[in-house]
């Protein structure tokens, strides 16, 4: 008999256990929400480019030979016109002299030249005035005649040799000049090549000796920017960036230029979008990597909601009270689309039911988006994930639940 009341205890027990954890199977559901914000969004596009000065002169040499002596070294601040390093003159200055002697032997051949035409021109009017006379037969004046025209050939040939070879001074000459390597512009030297002793070659191209920033105070971005985000891009606007020297500040800049030469590397089609710089403290360096964030769209005072809220999927058993103003989701519904800005919908817990309110979002910075419209005010708590029961229901209706 104890054993029936026993057992009949028991099963008591446990119907009572079974209805009570059946009644309350909904506990476990729980959702995890974020308040609706009201403050300043902005949209950018990031990019990473090198730090270079606006102007980089490269000099380098018009002359072969060795470089005999420098002048000046790496971060040396130099004037334009400076002497930057001596190439050996020796094997220059000798072909001076000797481009010299040419000019100077020329130049006698041109006197040796208007003393012939002398002679043959006093030789033709003898012969002219002897020929007058019967004195001499007709082929003796055609003889002067010639002769007389030759040497004035001679001659200028003559002086025309004097011109080439004066050109030719005139090349050694400046070839002479070009071993004084100077300097074009005010600047820093920021790269040196070479060291004394060593030979450059300038037979095939212009070596580079140095390479000279005109201002550092003024710097440029080279960025690449992907062919998505090109679009969102214009002249003139406000971009911040970092650099790894320099973590914890950040820098303004402004886009000038936007080059249209496409750069594609394995398919990925980027752009070049220049950033100008100010760099009064010369902080920033040349080939220093630059984090860019360009700033396409700022909203300021505007109420954002966390883009996990618009990502946020779910599916009613029951659909809530239409006069509240929510709707359920048993179907998947797309984002439409309003003057240019997309409707949306998110998830607020009315009561301890999930209930979805339509809304028309902006422009959005990755983490958060603005709300133009729709049934949110500052303070709502919108669903952006489900955790326990309600988790794996979201998952298991996920790739059909959404919207």
């Given at each position: 008999m104890k054993k029936i009341v026993v057992v009949v205890i028991l099963?008591?027990?446990?119907?009572?256990?079974?209805?009570?954890l059946y009644k309350n199977k909904g506990n476990g559901v729980q959702f995890r929400t974020e308040k609706v914000t009201r403050g300043d969004l902005r949209a950018s596009v990031t990019a990473t480019g090198t730090v270079s000065a606006v102007t980089t002169v490269l000099v380098g040499t018009q002359v072969s030979g060795t470089?005999?002596?420098l002048f000046v070294d790496f971060n040396s601040s130099v004037k334009k016109g400076q002497l930057l390093a001596q190439i050996d003159p020796a094997l220059p200055q000798a072909r001076v002299a000797q481009a010299k002697a040419n000019l100077?032997?020329?130049?006698?051949?041109?006197?040796?030249?208007?003393?012939?035409?002398?002679?043959?021109?006093?030789?033709?009017?003898?012969?002219?005035?002897?020929?007058?006379?019967?004195?001499?037969?007709?082929?003796d004046l055609d003889t002067a005649e010639t002769n007389e025209q030759s040497a004035a050939a001679q001659l200028n040939a003559a002086k025309a040799q004097v011109e080439q070879n004066r050109a030719a001074l005139q090349q050694e000459e400046t070839n002479l000049q070009y071993t004084r390597i100077l300097s074009p512009v005010d600047g820093v030297v920021i790269s040196r090549n070479v060291d004394i002793g060593q030979t450059v070659a300038a037979s095939f191209q212009t070596p580079t000796l140095f390479s000279i920033a005109q201002d550092l105070t003024r710097m440029q971005i080279d960025t690449n920017v992907d062919e998505a985000d090109i679009g969102r891009v214009v002249v003139g606007?406000?971009?911040?960036?970092?650099?790894?020297?320099?973590?914890?500040?950040?820098?303004?800049?402004?886009?000038?230029?936007?080059?249209?030469?496409p750069t594609t590397v394995q398919n990925v089609v980027t752009y070049d979008v220049v950033v100008k710089v100010a760099n009064p403290e010369r902080k920033?360096?040349?080939?220093?990597?630059?984090?860019?964030?360009?700033?396409?769209?700022?909203?300021k005072s505007v109420l954002t909601v966390p883009n996990a809220a618009l990502r946020f999927k779910w599916t009613l058993d029951k659909a809530p009270d239409q006069g509240k103003g929510g709707t359920s989701a048993k179907r998947p519904e797309t984002a439409g689309e309003t003057n240019g800005q997309k409707k949306q919908g998110v998830w607020i817990l009315d009561g301890q039911q999930p209930r979805r309110i339509p809304i028309t979002v902006g422009i959005s910075d990755g983490r958060n988006t603005v709300v133009s419209s729709g049934g949110l005010k500052e303070g709502d708590a919108v669903i952006v994930e489900a955790t326990g029961e309600a988790k794996k229901t979201e998952q298991r209706i996920g790739p059909r639940g959404f919207f």
């Amino acid at each position: 008999m104890k054993k029936i009341v026993v057992v009949v205890i028991l099963i008591g027990a446990l119907a009572a256990g079974g209805f009570y954890l059946y009644k309350n199977k909904g506990n476990g559901v729980q959702f995890r929400t974020e308040k609706v914000t009201r403050g300043d969004l902005r949209a950018s596009v990031t990019a990473t480019g090198t730090v270079s000065a606006v102007t980089t002169v490269l000099v380098g040499t018009q002359v072969s030979g060795t470089v005999k002596e420098l002048f000046v070294d790496f971060n040396s601040s130099v004037k334009k016109g400076q002497l930057l390093a001596q190439i050996d003159p020796a094997l220059p200055q000798a072909r001076v002299a000797q481009a010299k002697a040419n000019l100077l032997s020329a130049e006698a051949n041109v006197q040796k030249a208007e003393v012939a035409l002398k002679d043959a021109r006093r030789t033709l009017e003898r012969n002219r005035d002897l020929f007058g006379r019967n004195f001499i037969a007709r082929s003796d004046l055609d003889t002067a005649e010639t002769n007389e025209q030759s040497a004035a050939a001679q001659l200028n040939a003559a002086k025309a040799q004097v011109e080439q070879n004066r050109a030719a001074l005139q090349q050694e000459e400046t070839n002479l000049q070009y071993t004084r390597i100077l300097s074009p512009v005010d600047g820093v030297v920021i790269s040196r090549n070479v060291d004394i002793g060593q030979t450059v070659a300038a037979s095939f191209q212009t070596p580079t000796l140095f390479s000279i920033a005109q201002d550092l105070t003024r710097m440029q971005i080279d960025t690449n920017v992907d062919e998505a985000d090109i679009g969102r891009v214009v002249v003139g606007q406000v971009v911040s960036f970092t650099v790894d020297a320099y973590p914890d500040t950040t820098f303004p800049g402004k886009v000038s230029e936007i080059r249209n030469a496409p750069t594609t590397v394995q398919n990925v089609v980027t752009y070049d979008v220049v950033v100008k710089v100010a760099n009064p403290e010369r902080k920033l360096k040349p080939g220093m990597t630059a984090n860019v964030s360009i700033i396409t769209a700022l909203e300021k005072s505007v109420l954002t909601v966390p883009n996990a809220a618009l990502r946020f999927k779910w599916t009613l058993d029951k659909a809530p009270d239409q006069g509240k103003g929510g709707t359920s989701a048993k179907r998947p519904e797309t984002a439409g689309e309003t003057n240019g800005q997309k409707k949306q919908g998110v998830w607020i817990l009315d009561g301890q039911q999930p209930r979805r309110i339509p809304i028309t979002v902006g422009i959005s910075d990755g983490r958060n988006t603005v709300v133009s419209s729709g049934g949110l005010k500052e303070g709502d708590a919108v669903i952006v994930e489900a955790t326990g029961e309600a988790k794996k229901t979201e998952q298991r209706i996920g790739p059909r639940g959404f919207f």
